[in-house]
């Protein structure tokens, strides 16, 4: 799992620069929805970890990978403001970052250019994908972004009572998270880093991992997690 105190230094950030939210949201949460809370956090964290691997270690081109990061880092720093409507403008440009980033990198790619790519619209970017056997044979794998871009474009295309009905900024942290639904979204991402991006998309191996780097996997991974780099190695 990941190490405590990112946490509470996450919680300790939270509580000085967005009191409000600290007081109003945080405090008042269930149990059920404040170990979401912390779990969505563990994640994020874990996304951190598998990006600063990839960036020390590949030769590939990592500009889709730091663009993923600093969108990341964009979500974590919004949840205690409270506004649904940019996290989900946000999560709709973390869809399109990895989309673009597995594009590129694929083993298969042979002309496409990242300047290519970073023009491409959502739909060019789903039809080069189909046009890719390489990655039309693992497209289950990483699907859920194609969900995850839908669903909140629709969140942004109809923002409803998250704008409308909001007659003063104070009402702000009136409207309530889904927790457990903003967890999912992280571990779907987790997951997709796990089965596709660090094994397939930049083809990790045993070798390239580091004693270091082996020792904050296991420290911070869930068993089931781990379980899915042991595996992977095991077969390279």
Known sequence: MVNKSYFEDYMSFVKKTYPRFY???YQIY????RKYFKETVDDIYKLFLHISILKDISSKDTYFLEETEKIIYSILLLIPTNDLYSINTFFRALSESMLRLILLNNRNNTNLSRDNIANMSFKNIKKRILMNSFLFSRKKK???LYNLFSTSSRSLHSPGNSIIGHLFLDEQF?????LKQLHS???QINKIFLEVIIPDIFELTKEDISLSNSIKIRK?????????YINYFKKS
Do not use: G
């Open 174 to 178: 009136e409207e309530k998270y889904n």
């Open 185 to 187: 979204k992280f571990q």
């Open 142 to 144: 990483f699907e859920y």
């Open 30 to 33: 269930s149990e059920k929805d």
């Open 23 to 25: 007081e109003e949201c």
């Open 220 to 228: 911070s991974l869930s068993p089931k997690e781990f379980s899915i």
